[in-house]
């Protein structure tokens, strides 16, 4: 009991120390965690003490406006919370994916992706038309599946006996191609199976085969024949001479004849591709010259795959070859080979993982967090539920059973009941998605339903479950207000006091002068062309620079002002009068600009009120928040921990 409690009392003061309070203003504390985190976002060069004391006055500065903001509740205006939604909307994805699994899945899939193997395949579907030796009731779902089940366990029994692969495929595999290749189905590589199949395939030692494994579809027995380097994927362009269904003889003697004609012309140098768009079947090979997408091993028919892939050097065109669809002629353009380094691990498979079956994995596992974090909880009996789901279904009405009404709870999270009521409705939607004499799978829907209700929840409560989702809410929400009540104090009160900035700019004169400089026509232009045009013919432009822009339709932006050399782009040293200056070119959005120079000042020279508003006005809005900050400071009197801001400095 002792033990227990010292824990207790360890657990709560390291609770203490990881959010000692670094600050308070007013009623409000700022710990050591929140500043830290914004010390370290925001100053990517200088982390020292004394660039740390800095930052906690800007910092200071900063939570006293947002208070000032929240006091006034400008994070209940319209555009602020629409803003924050907007936002809330864009992050989610980020925190509602389960990243390492996903991760561990993508180094899967490279690990995989640098070997091809070799498989032999026994698959008995369910389903009365597809069971061999068996008697199946019509229509009943449970025989079919027992018959599956019977059927496979024979064809176990016999491969643990000692029997031929190939001859055990003949006899039990419903494979439509175990006639002919007797369940070899060649090389396969990443992504050619299901994942489930595929982890299987990927897991066997040469030359062993796995135990049935059940899918959707039926069961499945895989062998491992062999195993070698991953071939990578092939870009290659085909003509096809494609059979019509049940093709004559003559036809086929036909095709075969125009194949050999087409192969001894690009043997004397014709052109691959304008043979293609041609002669091939191909849909498409009129517009690709029969191009086709890069693929790998056990995309494709065996037979095309051993001709296609056995070609040696990139030009080379396989001769004439026939499979099921017709007499193929290909050249290889080029090989890509696997790659080998696992830091690209990432950008090679992590879409393609993301947009395969195997996802739902990572899915399944955030589910099962997800449930665990919100507090799931169940409340009801499915047993008891299903008859009272069926009699609304018939009724479409629900009627009150033992005790049961339509809020009774179902399961709960943390601040959330679902009720019956919730999960009729749901029902009465989904069950138009099967057939009416097939019954519904009520605990497959049960259990999509409890992920469906979990993850909506978890979306909507993020904040309580994720730090870093909860931070950036936080922080996005208090720089919108912080631009709100900056614009309300500071920058507009000061670009619209004209006395207080007209008596700053006399109390500051000597601030605002003019260095070398010089008067000058500044060009912007939609484009390069336009911008060399125009100063290429610059005497006709300049003495009407201004119907010049006001008849371009917006492809030439011109305007007169006075400029200091240090924003004269190019060489300065020996600017002059008529000087037409380098073009320079935003390679963001195109557009060119150059200036066309009227007049240079070589003397320092006092700026009026009108040419040094800006400056002015930049100036005088610090003032304007220095006072205001003065204001905030007595009203949410700061006190800093200084002997915990010197642990941090140190």
């Not at 207790?8 to 009623?27: D, E, M, P, R, W």
């Not at 010259?289 to 065109?317: C, H, Q, T, W």
């Not at 790659?339 to 589910?367: M, N, P, Y």
Request: hydrophobic content about 35%.
């Amino acid at each position: 009991m002792k033990r227990s409690a010292i824990f207790i009392l360890l657990i709560l003061s390291g609770g203490c120390l990881s959010a000692q309070t670094l600050f308070t203003y007013g009623k409000h504390k700022v710990d050591k965690e929140e500043f830290l985190r914004a010390f370290y976002k925001n100053n990517t060069g200088d982390k020292s003490g004394q660039a740390m004391r800095d930052y906690l006055d800007l910092f200071i500065a900063f939570k006293l406006k947002v208070q000032a903001a929240k006091d006034r509740k400008m994070d209940t205006l319209p555009g602020q919370k629409n803003d924050l939604v907007n936002f809330r909307l864009q992050i989610e994805p980020n925190y509602l994916t389960n990243d390492s699994v996903v991760h561990a899945l993508v180094k899967e899939a490279f690990e995989r992706s640098r070997k091809d193997i070799r498989i032999a395949h026994i698959f008995i579907p369910f389903g009365e038309s597809y069971v061999k030796n068996a008697s199946v009731t019509e229509g009943n779902n449970m025989i079919d599946t027992l018959a599956a089940w019977q059927n496979v366990q024979k064809a176990w029994a016999a491969l643990k006996n000692g029997a031929d692969f190939g001859l055990t495929a003949e006899k039990y595999s419903l494979d439509p191609s175990v006639n002919n290749n007797k369940g070899d189905i060649g090389f396969i590589t990443l992504f050619s199976l299901p994942y489930p199949l595929e982890s299987i395939a990927y897991s066997l030692q040469t030359g062993a085969y796995s135990m049935p494994f059940k899918s959707q579809a039926g069961y499945h027995i895989i062998k491992k024949i062999a195993e070698k380097p991953a071939f990578g994927k092939m870009r290659a362009a085909q003509i096809l001479l494609a059979y019509t269904p049940a093709a004559s003889n003559e036809e086929r003697q036909k095709q075969k004849k125009l194949a050999d004609s087409l192969y001894r012309a690009l043997e004397q140098g014709s052109n691959f591709e304008s043979l293609a768009k041609q002669f091939s079947s191909e849909r498409n090979a009129s517009t690709t010259g029969g191009l086709m997408p890069d693929f790998g091993v056990g995309r494709y028919d065996p037979v095309f795959e051993n001709d296609v892939l056995s070609l040696k050097n990139d030009g080379a065109i396989s001769k004439p070859f026939e499979t099921a669809y017709g007499i193929h002629l290909v050249k290889r353009i080029k090989h890509l080979p696997v790659s080998s380094d696992s830091s690209q691990a990432e950008a090679l498979f992590k879409e393609a993982v993301l947009q395969d079956s195997r996802a739902a994995i990572a899915g399944e596992q955030l589910t099962e967090q997800m449930l665990r974090r919100i507090g799931y909880q169940k409340k009801y009996k499915n047993e008891l539920l299903w008859p009272i789901t069926d009699s609304f279904l018939v009724r479409n009405n629900f009627i009150s059973s033992k005790g049961t009404g339509e809020q009774t709870v179902l399961f709960s999270f943390a601040k959330e009941h679902t009720t019956v009521k919730d999960w009729l409705t749901y029902i009465k939607k989904e069950k138009d998605k099967y057939s009416g004499s097939t019954p519904l799978p009520y605990p497959a829907i049960m259990k999509t339903f409890v992920s469906l209700r979990a993850k909506e929840y978890y979306r909507s409560h993020l904040e309580d479950y994720n730090a870093g989702f909860r931070n950036q809410l936080t922080e996005f929400s208090e720089g919108n207000q912080l631009f709100e009540i900056m614009e309300q104090e500071v920058w507009s009160k000061a670009s619209k006091d004209k006395k207080g900035l007209q008596q700053y700019y006399e109390t500051h004169k000597e601030k605002y002068t003019w260095g070398p400089s010089v008067n000058a026509i500044f060009f912007t232009t939609d484009n390069r062309q336009t911008a060399e045009d125009v100063s290429n013919d610059i005497k006709n432009y300049i003495k009407k620079w201004r119907t010049l822009a006001e008849s371009s339709a917006s492809t030439i932006i011109a305007d007169s002002a006075r400029f200091e050399l240090g924003q004269i782009p190019g060489a300065r040293e020996d600017i002059r009068p008529g000087q037409i200056t380098k073009l320079i070119t935003d390679g963001a959005n195109g557009t060119t600009n150059f200036m066309y120079v009227l007049n240079v000042y070589h003397e320092p020279a006092q700026r009026s009120f009108e040419e040094a508003k800006g400056l002015v006005i930049n100036d005088y809005q610090a003032v304007v928040e220095e006072k205001w900050i003065k204001t905030l400071k007595k009203k949410y009197p700061v006190k800093v921990n200084e002997k915990l801001l010197h642990t941090l400095a140190e």
